[in-house]
């Protein structure tokens, strides 16, 4: 196990802040400020060392501070004990990544500084359109799996030449035999998507289920992947089958591009059967189990991002959140009211105040 | 406009060169002004005398100033193998490796159809032509290992199934992305003495 923490935060030109040097504390760390004045940006910031991309879906060039033309995040990290530097920098639609001032891969990024993210939006997980779960699955296996990610990579990639070449047979400019090499790749790294989301899945669940037999009072909580084709064989035969039918509409119609993925509380879906209450505590649960499978796969606790989730769970809840934190090497967390905080987080933490684009510690 | 006319136009036209972005335009045709008579006349014979003596070589797509180029000339060279490529600077990566010493085949391009790039555009009957002459047995698909490169040689791999040569492909275990061009000497040789049969 090495142990992982965030230590100096840089930014340039990002969201709301014009420059800011930020030493954080291992541990516990309090963000409080009134709504608006940048919290999430900064989580959002340190979410992006991780990734190299916004956690709230937005665009790179909607990252850069009104009227600059480019951003940079700067992280000095300690893992394990080495200390560890990692800059983005992000201008005229390219970003440069250099970890310890060498130039590097966005690829090499992964895993370096796993974070989990849990913000009031999560709960789209549940009830929003399965994009949103696939993003979440997609963002998730990448972290922990290079090749995922190039097969992803990949795979869009192919997605958008078929898509193209369907819509060229179409209207009479390319010849049908030309769809082969395009649907024998498909499949092939479709197929790998595929049983890497199965994988991951069920996986998880084993962390799932203990936890909300804990906090859920003996109900039992399930992830079950819905992949829209899974035998390479039937979605081949689909393929030759329905040939014209994607000509026509111009749009490859089978693939894990269409996956998704539900939660089931005691047999029963949860988007439509479980209470608001039965709900937040899902995504808490998937959220903690994250952290613990990721800490077990990839060696290392992720640093914790809580985005104005605490106000909204019950004190029993409340408790689950807290064990995942005193486990944690460090966590992020914001509030805009710190009296609705428990007690005994707010004794072990470094409280931070924002306010006018800088962040102070309050003693 | 900030430039004189003359100047506007030296600038734009070095800012349409691939790599050069407005500033280096404006630094390039700084020095260009800036230098002699005879530096500037230099580079602009050299530019034309390059436009007017290379071209395509007839055979395998290879740049030369004669009419086959010094490889496919070559008669130390295996003739019965044919290394089939994207572009002419993947020629010159291979030959780097000191590996390989067959004939290449350049394609002139890849297939990609959000490009607008089909087979057809491809200089791939110019390749027929030289297999239907029977003297090579073993055609090795090079082209790189993204999705554009290996479409292209599974649409080629198909293609020559009937024939009766052995087809083969690099055995990538290149970097991401995998362009060819990009990849070290030693991963290349590498990928060559490991190519393996397409099925
Ligand atoms: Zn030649």
Not at chain 1, 1 to 22: C, G, P, Q, T, V
Not at chain 1, 162 to 174: H, M, T, V, Y
Not at chain 1, 175 to 201: A, H, Y
Not at chain 2, 140 to 146: C, K, P, Q, R, S
Request: glycine content about 6%; some cysteine; proline content about 4%.
């Amino acid at each position: 196990m090495s142990a992982l923490s965030l230590e100096k935060l840089r930014l340039i030109n990002f969201r709301s802040y014009e420059k800011i040097s930020w030493s954080c504390e291992p541990g516990i760390n309090i963000i409080y400020g009134p709504n608006g004045v940048g919290k999430t940006n900064l989580l959002e910031s340190i979410g992006y060392l991780g990734i190299a991309r916004s956690f709230r879906q937005k665009k790179d060039q909607q990252l850069i501070n009104w009227g600059h033309h480019l951003f940079k995040i700067k992280g000095n990290c300690i893992i394990g004990g080495e200390p560890t530097e990692i800059e983005i920098v992000y201008q005229k639609n390219k970003k440069e990544l250099t970890i310890n001032g060498f130039k590097s891969k966005f690829l090499q990024l992964l895993g370096i500084i796993p974070v989990i993210y849990f913000g009031p939006d999560d709960l789209n997980l549940l009830k929003g359109a399965p994009a949103y779960r696939r993003n979440f699955l997609d963002r998730e296996i990448s972290i922990l799996d290079k090749i995922y990610c190039r097969n992803l990579q990949e795979y869009r990639k192919i997605l958008l030449q078929r898509n193209d070449l369907l819509k060229s047979i179409k209207e009479g400019q390319a010849s049908k035999n030309e769809l082969e090499p395009w649907n024998i790749q498909l499949i092939d790294i479709g197929t790998k998507i595929i049983k890497k989301r199965s994988v991951f899945l069920n996986e998880i669940m084993p962390f799932i289920n203990s936890l909300y037999q804990k906090i859920g009072r003996n109900e039992n909580l399930s992830l079950i992947y819905k992949p829209n084709i899974e035998d390479p064989n039937e979605w081949r035969n689909k393929i030759a089958i329905n040939k014209n039918k994607e000509i026509q509409t111009g749009n490859t119609l089978w693939g894990p591009h269409r996956d998704d993925f539900s939660f089931y509380i005691n047999n029963y879906d949860a988007r439509n059967f479980a209470s608001q209450g039965q709900q937040r505590t899902a995504i808490l649960v998937l959220k903690i189990a994250e952290a613990q499978y990721f800490e077990k796969v990839i060696g290392k606790m992720p640093i914790l991002l809580f985005d104005d989730v605490f106000s909204e769970l019950d004190e029993f809840r409340q408790c689950a959140l807290l064990d995942l934190l005193v486990n944690s090497n460090q966590a992020f967390i914001t509030t805009a009211e710190i009296n609705k905080l428990p007690q005994n987080l707010i004794n072990n933490a470094t409280i931070w105040e924002i306010y006018s684009g800088k962040i102070c510690k309050k003693i | 406009m900030y430039y004189p006319g003359p100047l506007n136009k030296l600038i734009t036209a070095l800012g349409k060169l691939p790599g050069i972005g407005p500033k280096t335009a404006q630094r390039l045709a700084f020095h260009l002004l800036n230098t002699s008579d005879s530096e500037a006349q230099g580079l602009a014979t050299a530019i034309m005398e390059a436009r007017e003596k290379i071209h395509y070589c007839s055979i395998c797509g290879n740049f030369t100033s004669e009419d086959i180029c010094r490889l496919c000339a070559d008669s130390n060279r295996d003739r019965t193998i044919v290394c089939v490529v994207e572009e002419v600077r993947d020629v010159i990566a291979l030959e780097k490796t000191n590996q390989y010493r067959g004939l290449y085949h350049v394609l002139n391009g890849v297939i990609s159809p959000m490009d607008g790039v089909g087979p057809d555009k491809l200089r791939i009957k110019q390749l027929l032509t030289r297999l239907q002459e029977g003297e090579i047995k073993e055609v090795v698909l090079a082209t790189n290992a993204d999705v554009e490169g290996e479409a292209t040689a599974l649409y080629l791999a198909n293609l020559l199934k009937p024939l009766s040569v052995k087809v083969t492909r690099l055995a990538y275990g290149l970097p991401v992305g995998g362009d060819l061009e990009y990849a070290d000497q030693v991963t290349l040789a590498r990928a060559f003495t490991g190519r393996h049969i397409i099925e």
